[in-house]
């Protein structure tokens, strides 16, 4: 018994040694072959898209870019009639001016998002912000919506500009991209923005503030968002691993030996989301989740993996939540797609902005105490 256990130590020691031997033997190949060099080199970025919202915002040193100051401008696009843009004397979308002290009796909401908080494609006064703000005498409802920006900026842009309003309630626009927005240190206009990183502590490191002027970065457009330990940057140094890796985490995630939700942006997007929610209520304001449905959510009643992240997160962080999905489902299984989504942009039509409107006060109405 003794020789056989013995015998099997030996063979167990062999075939580690043996594995080990294969994978020094592949990463030497695949570096002399030159794998590392052609698959994972970043080329520098020679061109840059044209954004229409180019032609109503401008650099900003924290945030990237911000809408410029009583702006007027016509956005034209060939899905949709010519939209004329207004913005305040404090770059909110539309005309109305707030004042920077709360008037006495009202009860104040900053929203916060990128384009479908913004109404990319309607007008001032249809968009969802301003069509709850309509709907209580006594609400006023700040549009600090920003095409583009990332769950980053939106955090960012409740620091540097809206607590300084004084909110009673911060809702929160959450539409899916706005998490891999996050991962950039540039956006493809140019436009330079912050990024935050987290540290093997777990905490934010936020980079690139002040933010340097557009067309100053051309690489390295996705940089590393988590510091790694020796091992971990040992690890990642390997040709090897890196082909592996995306594979074996499809098969884990296919046979659910990991959270399929844990991907870089989600990790990082999760961190900044708790950090504006603790900065919120730490400034005495309520926080509550929009989740903004893309139009193939909008299609599906299937939940995607991001949408139960969200769901998880929220009811951990015990942070009030309007999922607009299972509303958009409801009434684009009846009235069609187009109804609700501009064709072939896919933002909120009028319609879209209504029903999100009405869903949000219909959330106030249960949540009467916040309203």
Known sequence: MKG??????????LGIFSLLLALALGEGVLRIVGVGRVKFQEKPRMSWVNVPENIWVEHHPVLGWYSQKNKTAVLESPNFPKVEIHTNSAGFRGPREY??????????????GDSFVFGFGVQDGETFPVLLESQNKTREVLNLGVP????????????????KYHPDIVLIGIFPED????TRSFADSGHVKPYFSLSTQGKLVMHNVPVPPPFSLNSNQFPPLSEQNA???ILNKSVLYRLAKKPLTKLAKNMRLIDPNDTEEWLIGRAILHQMIAEIRLHGAVPVFVLMPPQDWAQSTRKTSLERSILRFADREKVGLVNLKPVFNDAIAKDGLETYYIKDD????????ELAAQTVEQYFNRKGNIS
């Open 148 to 163: 583009g920006y990332g769950i980053d900026q939106i955090y960012l842009s409740y620091r540097e500009i809206a607590r």
């Open 231 to 233: 091992f971990q940057r």
């Open 346 to 353: 896919w933002h909120w039509t009028v319609k879209g902005h």
């Open 179 to 182: 998490f891999w927005r996050c």
């Open 4 to 13: 056989w256990s013995e015998c099997m130590k030996k063979n167990m020691l």
């Open 99 to 112: 004042a920077i002290e709360k008037p006495k009796g009202v009860i104040r909401v900053a929203m916060l």
